[in-house]
Structures are given as C-alpha cells and as structure tokens.
C-alpha cells in the first residue's frame, strides 16, 4: 500500500525557515515523480515543486524560485522540501503526492494535480508577519 507522510509545517515569522519532510511507503522512488502542493484558504491547490526519478527537480511558481528547493534521500525514501525566507503569502497546507510515472512533473496545472495518484495528508505552514 502507498502511504505518504507529510510532516515539518509550523508556525513561523516572516524571513523564517521551515523543511517539510515526506516520508513514503509502499512503492520505490524508481520510475516516480514526487511533488509538493499546497493550498492556502479560498485558493485552489498549486504544485509548488516536483522531483522526478529521471528528470530532476521542477519548480512551478516563479515567486518560490530561488526560496523552495526540493530534494530527496532515496535510502530514506524521503523527499523534503526547504523553505527559505518565508513570506506571509506562503501560508497554506502543504501536501506531498506521488506518482509511478516520471515524465509526470513536466507537466502543470490541473495536469500536474490531476496526474498524481497518492496523496498524503497536509502539514499546515503558516507565516505571520
């Protein structure tokens, strides 16, 4: 059974750091894409970032770059993503989801999410100002 476990949100003042983890279960990182959602209130679901087994790392939005940086530990089947320089804006539930098809995280938008198969709980990040 695919399990993903998402963990590492908080609270957390602005210029803050944070480094969500998701643990993964039941499936090898081979041949898998592997991403980061979040979802702030009122708003729809974003990919915010995307680790591809075969491709590397995909960033989605253009406010993150250079702050978000995802990457992943294949022993401890864990991919993390590191949150620099935290912006009130960044407030929302962070998800990870999963896919067993690498070419996945080339894709965006309601592909992107649409396209994954597994989904782990949130982790609730919150900037304050």
């Known amino acids: 059974e695919v399990q993903l476990q998402a963990s590492g949100g908080g609270l957390v003042q602005t210029g803050g750091s944070l480094r969500l983890s998701c643990v993964a279960s039941?499936?090898?990182?081979?041949?898998?894409?592997i991403g980061w959602f979040r979802q702030a209130p009122g708003k729809e679901r974003e990919g915010v970032a995307c680790?591809?087994?075969?491709?590397?790392?995909?960033y989605y939005v253009d406010s993150m770059k250079g702050r978000f940086t995802i990457s992943s530990d294949n022993a401890e089947k864990t991919v993390y993503l590191q949150m620099d320089n935290l912006k009130p804006e960044d407030t929302a539930v962070y998800y990870c989801?999963?896919?067993?098809?690498?070419?996945?995280?080339?894709?965006?938008?309601?592909?992107?999410?649409?396209?994954?198969?597994?989904w782990g709980k949130g982790t609730q990040v919150t900037v304050s100002s």
């Open positions: 989801a999963a896919t067993s098809w690498d070419r996945m995280c080339m894709y965006r938008g309601g592909v992107l999410d649409g396209g994954m198969n597994f």
């Open positions: 039941g499936f090898s990182f081979d041949g898998y894409s």
């Open positions: 680790i591809s087994s075969s491709y590397g790392k995909f």
